[in-house]
């Protein structure tokens, strides 16, 4: 079964810098899916970024972007030019091309300080 | 041993039915939630529980109704089923009631729920 693992439960930026998160997963297949996701207090989650693993090119939008390294199984977020609003958790998840089953790490608290 | 379980994994049924989908987790944890994924793979919370209270009720109809017997356990019961409840329900736990959306939370394998 997959597995996906946030090894950072909680971390701080300052406003205007940059912060990356981890995720790694563990799986035998070749190809599958990787998400982002932000659950900010209002507890709504949001998907901020996508990412095909047989596609080379790292996954961007806007200020988020990841870096994928396929043979580490390693899918970090990284957050630029960090905002107040960008307080929140962030889940990374694993979702199989096989049976579409998906997977969630525990997440990661973020804290954005002004 | 599995932490958070769903039953069952797939469901599917006709128009018009009532159906539950089944939630237990073995972690101990106070809060419970079920979230409803699209095929867009958007998530979205529609209840949480804290120690069989409810506390997070989004705007979702009324013929979803989730039922807590216990603290280990969040039943998701779903009258006359419609064909745009299909999706994938997840079921989620975590220690303690979610303050500003700071808390880790461990998810179930989801319920792929298609409604013909």
């Known amino acids: 079964a997959q597995t996906v693992t946030q090894s950072q439960p909680e971390m701080s930026v300052q406003e205007a810098e940059t912060v990356t998160l981890s995720c790694t997963y563990d799986t035998s297949e070749n190809n599958y899916y990787l998400f982002w996701y932000k659950q900010p207090p209002s507890r709504q989650m949001i998907l901020v970024i996508r990412?095909?693993?047989?596609?080379?090119q790292n996954a961007t939008e806007n200020r988020f972007s990841v870096n994928f390294q396929k043979a580490a199984k390693s899918f970090s977020l990284k957050i630029s030019d960090s905002q107040l609003g960008d307080t929140a958790m962030y889940f990374c998840a694993f979702e199989s091309k096989v049976d579409n089953d998906m997977r969630f790490g525990a997440g990661t608290r973020l804290t954005v300080k002004p | 041993d599995t932490a958070v379980s769903q039953t069952p994994k797939y469901l599917v049924t006709q128009m018009g039915n009532d159906k539950s989908i089944k939630c237990e987790q073995n972690?101990?944890?106070?809060?419970m939630y079920w979230y409803k994924q699209d095929s867009k793979k958007f998530l979205k919370i529609m209840f949480s529980?804290?120690?069989?209270?409810?506390?997070i009720n989004e705007t979702v109809p009324n013929r979803f109704s989730p039922k807590s017997p216990d603290k280990a356990h969040l039943n998701l019961h779903i009258n006359s089923l419609e064909l745009g409840d299909s999706a994938v329900y997840f079921c989620?736990?975590?220690?303690?009631?979610?303050?500003?959306?700071?808390?880790?939370?461990?998810f179930g394998p989801g319920t792929r729920l298609t409604v013909l």
């Open positions: 972690l101990g944890h106070d809060t």
């Open positions: 529980y804290n120690n069989k209270e409810l506390i």
């Open positions: 990412q095909e693993a047989y596609k080379q």
């Open positions: 989620a736990s975590s220690p303690r009631a979610v303050a500003g959306g700071r808390n880790e939370q461990f």
